[in-house]
């Protein structure tokens, strides 16, 4: 046996868990569907890569009978975990054969030299920014629902991360709509920055931000076309969005002159039953603001029509425009706060979902 480790099952689960989910399962390349365990320094460093994305864990509560390093499968070793109902599993290597030993139990997976495995960055020396893990993990919330899906559009797959004055912004846009939301930074040694990082790596750093410990700080360090990024035990990489992305400060309304608040919680539910019949071809719900009343309607030719009405306190001129409502449900369900202000020019002109300084979403209007 050259590695031996006595590992706490649930704190190797919960690593497993979001190895697992970058290990490619579809790739021919057997190496990558696996994830490379190490020990290092008394803990255990568990290292996943797709090519795309690395995530690179340590795990604290092990015991490290003998350093080493093994590559198996994460699929097999993630249900073994998984499955057991031991405190601790003992782990150890056999050449390229992994045991996995419970108290009653024995598995025994065939692996790969894991000197033959992609490296797995970490990130060494001192940050370019830190931000509170927090208030990255919201700043993400609030914007990487609004990431362009279709591949073509290649510098709009990702998400802009920009440091300005002190501040961390994040946009993302689809070309329809845009979601734009700012924090503090902790520290920033570098000057302005600004970058694109692609939509998986998002996901998986909004997968990790939930297990790393309150008021920790993350770490973040740009290269020309790299992003490393350290929270808690955690550290992910990942190769830069290259293209320019989109101008956005041009495409934020600048001349509204309806500023209409609205409570967040009531305006989400209207909006989500003002869709229950609208249209597949249209995909539109109608918002029509009158005197102290904003009522939502959409209509189908075939099944029927709805209307919601809310009391508001609105005096302005009569307005009507058509929003697409799965848009409006996207940005309400990640808002914090109870009231948003909705800000409108002419029926034909983007409207802009605002709460407080640090979140705007501009949405187009849909014809109806």
Known sequence: MTMQVIVNRSALVEVLNMASAIAASRTP????????????????LVGATDLEVALRAEVRQVEVKAPGALLVPADKLMQIARESADETLTIESDDLACHIR??????EIYGHDPKEFPPVPDLEGGPDVEVDAVVLASLIERTLFAVAKENTR????GVLWETKAKR???????????AAA????????????????????????????PHVPEASPAGIRFSTNQVIIRAGLFVVSSPLVEGQFPKYEDVIPKDTDKKITLPTEEFHSAVRRAALLASDQSKGVRLAFDSGVLVLSSRTPEQGEATVSMRLDYEGEALQIGFN????????????????????????????LKVGSDFLYVIMPVSL
Request: net charge positive; charged share 20%.
């Open 102 to 107: 419970g108290s009653d139990s024995h598995f």
């Open 182 to 209: 700012n924090g503090p930074v902790l520290r920033a040694a570098a000057g302005d920055q600004q970058m694109i990082v692609p939509a998986k790596t998002m996901q998986v750093l909004q997968r990790i931000l």
């Open 325 to 352: 409502p799965a848009f409006l449900a996207d940005a309400l369900r990640v808002v914090s706060g109870p009231t948003v202000v909705l800000e409108l020019k002419e029926a034909n002109r983007p409207g802009v």
């Open 168 to 178: 961390l912004s994040l946009v993302a846009t689809d070309g329809r709509r845009l």
């Open 29 to 44: 390349r057997e190496l990558l569907k696996c994830v490379r365990l190490t020990t290092v320094d008394g803990s255990l």
């Open 154 to 157: 290649y510098a709009i797959n």
